[in-house]
T-cell receptor, first 113, second 113 residues
Framework: DAKTTQPPSMDCAEGRAANLPCNHSTISGNEYVYWYRQIHSQGPQYIIHGLKNNETNEMASLIITEDRKSSTLILPHATLRDTAVYYCIVRPHPTGTASKLTFGTGTRLQVTL | DAGITQSPRHKVTETGTPVTLRCHQTENHRYMYWYRQDPGHGLRLIHYSYGVKDTDKGEVSDGYSVSRSKTEDFLLTLESATSSQTSVYFC????????????FGPGTRLLVL
């Protein structure tokens, strides 16, 4: 599985866009980029995923570079409730029955007033 | 909300005692997973299930067993708990096949004294 590199921490002012980067320079052609977040003491929460194209849903946008070696998760209007650890995960499209997710150390996003 | 509950949410037990954690889902999903989360290790897959009575091992299965006699319930048993099994345990489901996104439950905090 491709490894990911994320900054350990970031700050963002409430109401501003939070842009969380992720490097995945060894990503393979069939590997997806997933983003999850974990708010203190809660289970990981799925945010968004993509393969090549940029994606947007009600929570966030995912921008993947053309060479797919990096991506950015964008929370367009961060609120205090977005304070969490954000995980970027590269996941191969499973061919068997096993489909584990490999969580790294993530980026701790602190949203401030 | 993927309709996942875990019980108990917190448990303290003694070394050598058996412990069973329950994951319950309300949406009839075929795939269910048990992970543990420890500082410095991220989430690690223990066991997973791809149907009633169909289970397989993950990367850290030693000391754990699972059972799935009904679609909605996936049980994780620590046959003889050890202090190294002190952890936070998360259940996850994927809607559809193993290639689908995984959604996590709220977690169970287990302390083995």
């Amino acid at each position: 599985d491709a490894k990911t590199t994320q900054p350990p921490s970031m700050d963002c002012a409430e109401g501003r866009a939070a842009n969380l980067p992720c490097n995945h320079s060894t990503i393979s052609g069939n590997e997806y980029v997933y983003w999850y977040r974990q708010i203190h003491s809660q289970g990981p929460q799925y945010i968004i995923h993509g393969l090549k194209n940029n994606e947007t849903n009600e929570m966030a946008s995912l921008i993947i570079t053309e060479d797919r070696k990096s991506s950015t998760l964008i929370l367009p209007h961060a609120t205090l409730r977005d304070t969490a650890v954000y995980y970027c995960i590269v996941r191969p499209h499973p061919t068997g029955t096993a489909s584990k997710l490999t969580f790294g150390t993530g980026t701790r996003l602190q949203v401030t007033l | 909300d993927a309709g996942i509950t875990q019980s108990p949410r917190h448990k303290v037990t003694e070394t050598g005692t058996p412990v069973t954690l329950r994951c319950h889902q309300t949406e009839n999903h075929r795939y269910m997973y048990w992970y543990r989360q420890d500082p410095g290790h991220g989430l690690r897959l223990i066991h997973y299930s791809y149907g009633v009575k169909d289970t397989d091992k993950g990367e850290v299965s030693d000391g754990y067993s699972v059972s799935r006699s009904k679609t909605e319930d996936f049980l994780l048993t620590l046959e003889s708990a050890t202090s190294s099994q002190t952890s936070v345990y998360f259940c996850a489901i994927s809607r559809g096949g193993p290639e689908e996104t995984q959604y996590f439950g709220p977690g169970t905090r287990l302390l083995v004294l």
